[in-house]
T-cell receptor, first 115, second 115 residues
Framework: GNSVTQMEGPVTLSEEAFLTINCTYT??????LFWYVQYPGEGLQLLLK?????DKGSNKGFEATYRKETTSFHLEKGSVQVSDSAVYFC??????????????FGKGTKLSVIP | NAGVTQTPKFQVLKTGQSMTLQCAQD?????MSWYRQDPGMGLRLIHY???????DQGEVPNGYNVSRSTTEDFPLRLLSAAPSQTSVYFC??????????????FGSGTRLTVV
């Protein structure tokens, strides 16, 4: 079956530090890949996505590149801010029943950025 | 522009009680789903629906029922609440039928405690 593995948290960084959150996946098909972000007390929001090999998704200074050869989709940001403190989820979308595409999530990585 | 609306936001139940968690979306999405979020477990799929009148089980369906009488609404019923159902529940919708690159839109969640 499909699975997503993320680096364990929590991750604590100082403001303006470089961020990497590792994500690897296992899939039987050719999935689309996503990063979602969850701010405290809120639901998940789509941060970025990539749908084919070597695609780079980007949003709000975050980037991730779809690497089929290493089955990875690592999230990076060059300079984090306190407002980036949240839980980040890596996910893949693959074909399920009745023509629907379902998301399989990693366990999430909590990021805390300190001033 | 409401998106996905979940009610209630918080609920405390006694063991054995029943209740319904409400979810409504106004985006005419065909696909709707329920997830539960537990510490260290990420998000796990409970039930999903690919359209009115069609539902199916996800990874952790036991103890929960769903129905989909309209495109807009997808309620989740707890038949006899147990402490193991203490969790945060998220409803999500998507226009993803047949398209792998669509993300999900999440509600803000219902925090349920069973005592």
């Amino acid at each position: 079956g499909n699975s997503v593995t993320q680096m364990e948290g929590p991750v604590t960084l100082s403001e303006e530090a470089f961020l990497t959150i590792n994500c690897t996946y296992t899939a039987t098909g050719y999935p689309s890949l996503f990063w979602y972000v969850q701010y405290p007390g809120e639901g998940l929001q789509l941060l970025l996505k990539a749908t084919k090999a070597d695609d780079k998704g980007s949003n709000k200074g975050f980037e991730a590149t779809y690497r089929k050869e290493t089955t990875s989709f690592h999230l990076e940001k060059g300079s984090v801010q306190v407002s980036d403190s949240a839980v980040y989820f890596c996910a893949l979308s693959d074909l399920a029943g009745a023509g629907s595409y379902q998301l399989t999530f990693g366990k999430g990585t909590k990021l805390s950025v300190i001033p | 522009n409401a998106g996905v609306t979940q009610t209630p936001k918080f609920q405390v139940l006694k063991t054995g009680q029943s209740m319904t968690l409400q979810c409504a979306q106004d985006m005419n999405h065909e696909y709707m789903s329920w997830y539960r979020q537990d510490p260290g477990m990420g998000l796990r799929l409970i039930h999903y629906s690919v359209g009115a009148g069609i539902t199916d089980q996800g990874e952790v369906p036991n103890g929960y029922n769903v129905s989909r009488s309209t495109t807009e609404d997808f309620p989740l019923r707890l038949l006899s609440a147990a402490p193991s159902q203490t969790s945060v529940y998220f409803c999500a919708s998507s226009a993803a039928l047949g398209r792998s690159n669509y993300g999900y839109t999440f509600g803000s969640g219902t925090r349920l405690t069973v005592v």
